[in-house]
C-alpha cells in the first residue's frame, strides 16, 4: 500500500474532502491504522521528523582562515626564505600567518543550525487512534494516514486534513504571520486557497488555543510545511557580507599590484647585475612590505569591538561581519507581527452610549487609561458595562511569565481584560459579584459566545461577545451614555463599527439580556437583547518603531513591511508607522507575488512598501528581487515563516525574547528587546564600525607602499636596501596592533546617521582616499629614504641608517595616526582626547622603539643599532611634516567642495 501513497504526497490536501483524503491514503477516521501497516509506513517513509543539517568540521573552518589571496603571498614568501635558510625571517612571516588564522578562526560565529532547531519544534508526543483505541505516542512515530487527536495546548505533531472540528483554534502566527488564532473547519477549499487560508489544514508545529478536532497526517518530517521551510532554508545562499566582498576585490587587486612590483624589482637588479639570491630577498621584502599582514586581524578585531558595543545597545551578534553589514543596509525588510507590533492584541477604540473613547498604551501590561476628547474619560454608564461586559463574557487569563505578562486564552479576550482594568475594574470583585452559572461556547455557525451571570442584588443576567451583525440580528434596544436603553439605531452603529474596521480594528460587539424564565442558556432563547457597545483591537505598533521608522528614513533606508497578516490590517499599521509606498502604491498580496515575473518583481519591489498575505517562499522571493536590483538587504522576524528570508538576506535579524528558535538560528543577529528600534541604534554602531575600518585601511596602506617603494627605489637606484625583510615585519605588525586598532575605540561620527547609506557597488576607498594613500606613500618614501641616504653620508653605520629609516617609518605613521581620526576634519573637530586608548597606543609604541632601538637583544635580532638625539631630532621633524601636510590637504578639499 505505500508505493501508491507515496505518489499522493504532493496531493492539494486542502482542495479534497475529508472523506476522500482518508480513502486515498488507505485510513480508517474511525478506527486509525493497524499497528503492523502504521510500522510498514514508517520504514518507508522514516520518522516524523528533518533530516539534519551536517556543519563544517573544525579543522576545516580552521584551515579557511587561510583563503586568503594576500595569505598566500606571506605562505610563498615564509616557504621560499625557509628554503634559503632564513630562519628568522621565515619563522616571523608564518608566525603572523599563524597569528592571523587563529583570531579568525577563534571569532568566527558557529555553525548553522537552523534546521536542527526546525527538528527540535516537533511535539514530543501525540494522541493518535491505532487499533480502534487511541495511544499517547512519540510524535517521531507518526506516519502518513494516522489519525491524531487534538486538545487545547497541544503542539500539532504533523501536517493534518481535519475531518471533525468543533470550535477548533489554532495559533499560526509562527507559520503565517496571522496574529489571531485561526477558526478551523472541515470543508474543501479552493485549490489555489494560500497557507493562511487553508482553514481545514493543521500544520505541523503550531498550537491549538482551543476546541477540539481531529485529522488524518497527510505529511511527516521533510515532507510538511515545516519541512519545506527546512528545504527553503538549506537552499538560501550563503552570501558573504559587501565588506567581505569589497575586502576580496580589494585584496586581490593589491596582489596584483604587489607581485607586479615584486617581479619587476626583481628584474632590474638582474638587469643591473646584482646577485640573484639579493635580488629575490629584496623581492620577498618588497612583497611582504606591501603586504598589510595585521589587515585581517584588524578588520576582525574591528568587528569584534563593534559586537560588545552593539551588546549594550540590545543587539547580539552571531556573524561577525554582520556588524557592518547592517551599517551599510540600504533596505531593512521587517515583518508586522511581533517585530514592527507587539504581537500583544490591544483595545483602542471604545464606541459606548454613542460616544467614542480611546484607549492608550499597548500590550499586556495595564498602563494606560481611557479618555475621550482628550481627557480621562469618567467611567460610569454604558462605558462601564462595555468594560464588565469584556471580562465576564470572557474565558481568558492574564498571567506573570518570566518576568512578562502574557494571556492564556485567546489574545482578543485577553485584550478586553486589559481594556478593563484600564478601566479602573477589579477583575476578581467582577467576577466574584457576577458569578457564572452557565455559557454558550464560541461557535463558527452563530459568532458569539454567551455566558449568564448570577446579579449581586438577584436576578440573573447574560452577556454576549461576538460579530456586530450576528449581535445586531438579536438586539432591539442600545445603552445611551449615561447606561440608560434607548431605541436601536442601526445605522449608526454599523457605520462606527465599518470606520473602525477601515482602520484596522478588529470589532468585536458586546450586548446583555435577561435569560427566558425556566430555560438553559441557549441560541433559541437569545434575543430582544441591549448592544452595549463596540471594542476595537489591534495588534498595535511598538511605542518606538515609528521614531525608528523615521530615523531609518533619515538615514536615506527604505523600511519595508512583509507580513503574512491580512492587507488592511497592515496598511493600516504601515500608515501609522509612516510607512508610505511611492505614489501610494497599495500593499501587494502573496497572490499578486506569485502572478509577476522576476523582472516585473523587481520593478514592483521598488515602489511598493507593504507586501501582506505573503508566504515563506514569497518572503524569499522579495528578498531575492531586492538583491537583485542592487540593495542591501536587512531582514526581520521571529516566526518560522520568516527562516529562509534571514538566511537569504545580507543580515537577518531575529527577535531574542519571542522569537522562533529556527529564526534565531536563521539570523545573523538577535535583538534582545524585540524592538524594531534597537536596530536604528544596530545600524549607527555598523556604520561606525565601517568608519572605524576605513580610517585603519586609510592609515595602514602608506605604511605598506612606503616601504615598497623605499624598497623599490633602492634597486631602480643601485645602493644598500634602506630596510630588512624583518625590520619591515616589525614595523607592520607592531604599528598595526599598537596604534592602528586604536582607531576601532574612535567614538561614532554624530552625523552619522544624517547621511545615506554608502552605494551597494561603491568601492571600498573612494578615489579621495586613495590619492591620500598615495600622498603619505610618497611622503614616507621620501623621509625614510632620503634620512637613511643622510645618515649613511654624515658617518652612521650601515644598521643606524636602517634603524633611522625604521623609526621615520613608525614616527611618521604615529603622526599620521591622528589625521586619520576623522577623514575630513582635523583630530580636534572629534575632541583631541575623546579617545584615551589612542594615546595609550601611542605611548606604548614609543617604548616598543626605544627597545627596538637600544636593546641589545633587539640590535642582534633585527640588526639594529642605538641613534643619537640629532637622528631623533630629524625622525620627529619628518612625522610632523607628514601630519601638516595631510592636514592641510583635508582643509583644501573642505574649501574646495564648499566652493562647489
Known sequence: MTEPIVDLLEKHWHHLPANEVADLLDSDPAQGLMTDEARRRLAAFGPNRLTPKKGQPAWLRFLLQFHQPLIYVLIASGTITAFLQEWVDSGVIFGVVLVNATIGFIQ???????????????????????????????????????????????????????????????????????????????????????????????????????????????????????????????????????????????????????????????????????????????AVALAVGAIPEGLPAAITITLAIGVSRMAKRRAIIRRLPAVETLGGATVICSDKTGTLTENQMTVQEIYAGGETFHVSGSGYAAKGEISRGGESAVIHGALRECLMAGVLCNDAMLV???????????????????????????????????????????????????????????????YLKGALEKILDRADFMLDLAGNEVALDRAEIEAHAHAMAARGLRVLALASGMPADGQALDHRHLGGLTLIGLQGMIDPPRPRALAAVKACHSAGIAVKMITGDHAITAAAIAAHLGLRSEAGAPPLT??????????????????????????????????????????????????????????????????????????????????????????????????????????????????????????????????????????????????????????????????????????PSAPILSAELMLRIVLVSLLLLGGAFGLFMWALQTGDSLEQARTVAVNMFVMGELFYLFNCRSMTHSPFHVGFFSNLWLWGGVAMMIVLQLFFTYAPVMNRLFASAPIGLDDWGRVVVAGLVIYFIVEAEKTLRRHIGKAI
Not at 474543501?188 to 478536532?213: H, K, P, S, W
Not at 534571514?646 to 524585540?674: F, H, R
Request: aromatic share 4%; charged share 25%.
Open 400 to 462: 506573570e511569565r518570566d518576568g512578562r505578562r502574557e494571556v492564556a486564552g485567546d489574545p482578543t479576550e485577553g485584550a478586553l481584560l486589559v481594556a478593563a482594568e484600564k478601566g479602573g475594574q477589579a477583575l476578581a470583585e467582577l467576577h466574584a459579584a457576577f458569578p457564572r452559572r452557565d455559557e454558550v461556547p464560541f461557535d463558527s455557525r452563530y459568532q458569539y459566545m454567551a455566558t449568564l451571570h448570577e446579579r449581586q442584588g438577584g436576578g440573573q443576567i447574560v
Open 590 to 759: 502573496g497572490r499578486q507575488i506569485d502572478a509577476l515575473s522576476d523582472a516585473e518583481l523587481r520593478a514592483a519591489v521598488r515602489t511598493t512598501t507593504v507586501f501582506a498575505r505573503v508566504e515563506p517562499a514569497q518572503k524569499l522571493r522579495l528578498v531575492e528581487a531586492l538583491q537583485a536590483d542592487g540593495q542591501i538587504v536587512a531582514m526581520t522576524g521571529d516566526g518560522v515563516n520568516d527562516a529562509p528570508a534571514l538566511k537569504q538576506a545580507d543580515i537577518g535579524i531575529a527577535m531574542g525574547l519571542s522569537g522562533t528558535e529556527v529564526a534565531k538560528e536563521a539570523a545573523a543577529m538577535l535583538l534582545t528587546d524585540d524592538n524594531f528600534a534597537s536596530i536604528e541604534a544596530a545600524v549607527e554602531e555598523g556604520r561606525g564600525v565601517f568608519d572605524n575600518l576605513i580610517k585603519f585601511i586609510t592609515w595602514t596602506l602608506p605604511t605598506n607602499f612606503g616601504e615598497g617603494l623605499v624598497i623599490l627605489a633602492a634597486i631602480v637606484l643601485g645602493v644598500t636596501l634602506p630596510i630588512t625583510p624583518l625590520q619591515v615585519l616589525w614595523i607592520n605588525m607592531t604599528t598595526a596592533g599598537v596604534l592602528g586598532l586604536m582607531l576601532a575605540f574612535e567614538p561614532i561620527d554624530k552625523d552619522v546617521m544624517r547621511r545615506p547609506p554608502r552605494h
Open 108 to 282: 568566527e560565529s558557529r555553525a548553522e543550525d537552523a534546521i536542527a532547531a526546525l527538528a527540535r519544534m516537533a511535539a514530543s508526543a501525540t494522541t493518535v487512534l491505532r487499533d480502534g483505541v487511541k495511544h499517547v505516542l512519540p510524535a517521531v512515530e507518526l506516519v502518513p494516514g494516522d489519525i491524531v487527536l487534538l486538545a487545547p495546548g497541544d503542539k500539532v505533531p504533523a501536517d493534518l486534513r481535519l475531518f471533525r472540528a468543533r470550535e477548533l483554534m489554532a495559533d499560526e502566527s509562527m507559520l503565517t504571520g496571522e496574529s489571531l488564532p485561526v477558526q478551523k473547519h472541515i470543508a474543501r477549499l479552493e485549490r489555489d486557497a494560500i497557507l493562511a487560508e487553508r482553514a481545514n489544514m493543521a500544520y505541523a508545529g503550531t498550537l491549538v488555543t482551543g476546541g477540539q478536532g481531529a485529522g488524518v497526517a497527510v505529511a511527516t518530517g521533510d515532507q510538511t510545511e515545516t519541512g519545506r521551510i527546512s528545504r527553503l532554508i538549506a537552499q538560501a545562499t550563503d552570501l558573504s557580507t559587501p565588506l567581505t566582498r569589497k575586502i576580496e576585490r580589494f585584496s586581490a587587486v593589491m596582489l596584483y599590484v604587489i607581485l607586479g612590483l615584486a617581479v619587476f624589482t626583481f628584474a632590474v637588479g638582474i638587469w643591473r647585475g646584482e646577485p640573484p639570491v639579493e635580488m629575490f630577498m629584496a
